[in-house]
């Protein structure tokens, strides 16, 4: 699956694209296909978000798993500090990335 | 929104510039235009026939147009510099201080950001083609 | 230290207002990416993996305690409670809101700081000796040059649009602990025969993707033209380096292209001819810088310390070095803790190091390119209640310049140009290190983790360099030895295929082991190394 990824203006916050809006988590991201490139291009001009890419995905216990672990780390935070990530709760959640 | 901007009295060059091989083989031409990898230098023998320096910036990351301008006010050079091209209004006040005293950008500027840009900075550090004089002169006056 | 006077003060008020207005323009639109990119970067914001990343710049390294306490507030205000102390004495903050930056920067110009030209294709912040004014091997305190240099590079018109980023530094001691070699200009403050300070060139070092040692293009620069003959070092390059090719744009790529004599050439002829244009600043203002930078009241006192509790003659002996006055040491605070991230310190510990600093060393701490904290001026008799207050604090870990005293990257948990993650090696080598006990018998062994081929770990000048690569989307990283960023600069060899992640924790014990069991007295890992040679290590790891 196509996903698309970049990172908010302002805050600079990785965002995903969930069908209508720029969103945090990556659970809700939705497969955009072969309308990639216009989504990006309408966002960006509208500046609704950052230098916005697609990643490629595999849908992964019903979530969209990043194939590269570079987005894999931009989806959940810095592995080396649980504690300021998404999920600092969950135990498991370094598996999701490595 | 301006198209040109000049910060020059005389009259403007009203013919275009030739490249600077033209220009070094064709005698009677007064306006130039040097891309980034042309030798400001050569033109230093014919600066007193000239009144027109384009320099042209064809991306505004190449910043070799800056020692060209600079290299002519070094040897004397009084006449028009102008900067064209990917020209953008947070480059002008270094460009101005490199010795350009015109501004031809492919997108034009705001005039409002244009003052800010060029009324920014109180005092300057180095010594440059502009007649400012520097902090560690005036510490030392 | 140095002071901001009105001039100094407006410069950077002025800049503040300039990047709230190019970030208000960006927001509004006004502004491309493309066009703001430029534009952030020379004021040190990057957009890295997880958020808009900001650089603070500390000029040659030094810092007062009222700036440090200022670059904890700025952590706990703006960001998430930590900093990053990074290879070029800067800090670095990993979680900084675009809409925030201008106020950031105003928090900053109120202690005399600022982020300027903290990145982006101009000369960036000026780097020099960690105990410069200090140490007492040096012929006259550095930083006056430096600080020269950084006010002729600030917003120098001519070269915010070099081919690439430019790295300067300045030492004054024959001992080089800055990586002075490594640098585009590496500047060493010199007396020549005559008795008179100068300064020799060195243009043209650094790591990245084509490592390279800078060769010396003059031995004695006087001073009163120090600033022009820099001018036209910066000046051929501006005109002449590569514009084609990014990984080729860096001056040791012109100066090794043209060789050093025809860039020597065209140097001197262009310094000739500034010399006829009148830029050199007044002698007198070198003069005026040096006032800032003289001793402080030292005292005599107690010359040896009470060595009775071993923990702490042990980090007395790791973590000091011999002070030009010999009631004082300059002590080094580890921000290295077994198994922690290289660098990072919480604004607790800033506030600490900010407190113990004005209690204890004159008001003043450096920032290392090791990425550790120096206290520069510390009364021996002091050490015992410093070392109390660091260890409570966990900043009091004696591994200067040991296995686990690691530079690291942010690597790919932070970086958006990383390939790999470098924060985790560093973790598990100063873990494994401290297990299996050999910290202490392998004695100095410098090593260094770059997540990516531009070095900003510099693991080319590691005894023992990692380099992470990306190989089809896993981790793999390159191991390699040799390398030296001292006087005695040398480059680290690949020593083979690469490794996995654990795989390369493993290699490094066994280079460790070789070492160990080869090495004659008095021999550091890097001596055993040029000695032997890179075969008995391959022959371990591969064979």
Redesign the interface.
């Known amino acids: 699956m196509i996903i698309l990824t970049g990172n908010d203006l302002k805050t600079g916050a990785v965002v995903w694209w969930d069908g209508s809006d720029w969103v945090l988590h990556i659970e809700n991201a939705i497969d955009v296909g072969g309308n990639a490139e216009a989504v990006m291009a309408r966002e960006e001009s509208a500046r609704r978000v950052n230098v916005p890419y697609a990643v490629e995905a595999t849908l992964t216990d019903g979530v969209a798993r990043p194939n590269h672990i570079k987005d894999r780390i931009r989806a959940l935070g810095p592995t080396v500090r649980p504690d300021l990530t998404l999920k600092p709760a969950d135990p498991e959640i370094g598996n999701w990335v490595i | 929104m301006v198209d040109i901007l000049r910060f020059r009295d005389d009259e403007a060059v009203d013919h275009a510039a030739v490249t600077v091989d033209s220009f070094v083989e064709q005698t009677n031409a007064n306006a130039v235009r040097i891309e980034p990898s042309d030798d400001a230098r050569d033109l230093i023998p014919h600066l007193a026939q000239i009144h027109l320096v384009e320099v042209n910036f064809p991306v505004f990351g190449d910043g070799r147009g800056y020692s060209a301008a600079r290299i002519l006010r070094e040897a004397g050079y009084t006449g028009e510099i102008r900067a064209v091209g990917d020209v953008l209004v947070d480059q002008i006040g270094n460009m101005k201080r490199c010795g350009f005293d015109a501004f031809e950008p492919d997108a034009p500027l705001d005039p409002a950001d244009v003052k800010a840009a060029l009324n920014r900075w109180p005092e300057v550090y180095q010594e440059s083609a502009d007649s400012r004089t520097p902090i560690w002169n005036l510490r030392h006056e | 230290m140095y002071a901001y006077?009105k001039?100094?003060q407006?410069?950077v008020d002025?800049r503040v207002?300039?990047f709230r207005?190019?970030a208000q323009?960006?927001?509004d639109?006004?502004l491309s990416?493309d066009?703001f990119k430029?534009?952030r970067l020379m004021n040190g914001l990057y957009?890295?993996?997880?958020?808009?990343m900001l650089r603070v710049a500390v000029p040659y390294g030094t810092l007062n305690s009222r700036q440090m306490h200022a670059l904890a507030d700025i952590a706990d205000k703006y960001d998430?409670g930590y900093g990053h102390f990074t290879t070029r004495q800067n800090i670095q903050y990993?979680?900084?809101?675009?809409?925030d930056a201008g106020d950031i920067l105003a928090d900053l110009a109120a202690v005399e700081m600022h982020a300027i030209q903290t990145s982006g294709?101009c000369i960036r912040n000026i780097s020099s000796d960690h105990f410069a004014g200090a140490a007492q091997d040096e012929l006259v305190d550095p930083r006056p040059y430096a600080e020269l240099l950084r006010?002729?590079s600030?917003?120098?018109?001519?070269?915010?649009?070099?081919p690439r980023k430019f790295k300067i530094a300045v030492i004054a001691s024959d001992t080089d602990r800055a990586a002075m070699r490594l640098h585009d200009i590496g500047i060493q403050i010199v007396k020549n025969d005559a008795g008179e300070l100068g300064a020799s060139f060195y243009v043209g070092g650094g790591m990245g993707r084509t490592p390279m040692i800078a060769p010396n293009i003059r031995e004695f620069v006087p001073l009163d033209q120090l600033?022009t003959y820099s001018e036209a070092c910066l000046?051929v390059y501006?005109?002449y380096g590569r514009?084609d090719n990014k990984y080729k744009a860096r001056i040791k790529i012109l100066v090794h292209e043209l060789g050093a004599e025809e860039y020597t050439r065209q140097v001197e002829e262009e310094f000739a001819?500034l010399l006829g244009?009148?830029?050199e600043?007044?002698i007198?203002?070198l003069g005026?810088i040096k006032t800032f930078f003289t001793d402080p009241e030292f005292a005599d006192g107690a010359k040896t310390v009470d060595r009775s509790d071993p923990d702490f003659a042990l980090w007395v002996d790791r973590n000091t070095h011999r002070h030009k006055h010999d009631s004082y040491v300059s002590a080094v605070i580890s921000l290295k803790p077994v198994g922690g991230?290289p660098g990072d310190a919480t604004a607790e510990q800033m506030h600490l190091m900010a407190q113990l600093a004005r209690d204890y060393s004159f008001d003043e701490l450096r920032v290392m390119h090791t990425q550790n904290i120096v206290l520069p001026h510390v009364r021996i008799e002091d050490l015992h209640a410093l070392w109390t207050a660091l260890d409570e604090a966990g900043l009091g870990t004696p591994n200067l310049d040991r296995i686990g005293d690691i530079i690291a990257c942010p690597g790919?948990?932070?970086c958006?140009l990383?390939n790999a993650?470098s924060?985790?090696l560093a973790?598990k080598i100063s873990q494994r290190f401290t297990a299996n006990g050999k910290e202490d018998t392998l004695g100095e062994l410098k090593l260094k983790i770059s997540g990516c081929i531009n070095a900003c770990g510099h693991h080319h000048a590691g005894h023992i360099g990692i380099l992470g690569v990306d190989k089809k989307?896993?981790?793999n990283y390159q191991l390699l030895l040799g390398g030296s960023e001292a006087e005695d600069t040398s480059l680290a060899k690949i020593t083979g295929p690469g490794f996995s992640e654990d795989g390369i924790v493993d290699a490094v014990e066994t280079a460790a082991d070789v070492y160990l069991s080869q090495r004659e007295d008095g021999e550091r890992f890097l001596d055993t190394y040029r000695r032997i040679g890179m075969a008995p290590f391959k022959e371990a790891l591969y064979g």
């Open positions: 006077d001039y100094d407006a410069m002025a207002e300039e207005d190019q323009r960006r927001l639109g006004k990416e066009q430029p534009l957009l890295q993996l997880h958020a808009y998430r990993n979680w900084i809101k675009l809409e294709n006010q002729w600030s917003f120098h018109p001519e070269f915010m649009y070099l600033i000046r501006n005109r514009r001819h244009q009148g830029i600043p007044p007198a203002e005026r991230i790919l948990d932070y958006s990383a993650r924060i985790p973790q989307g896993v981790e």
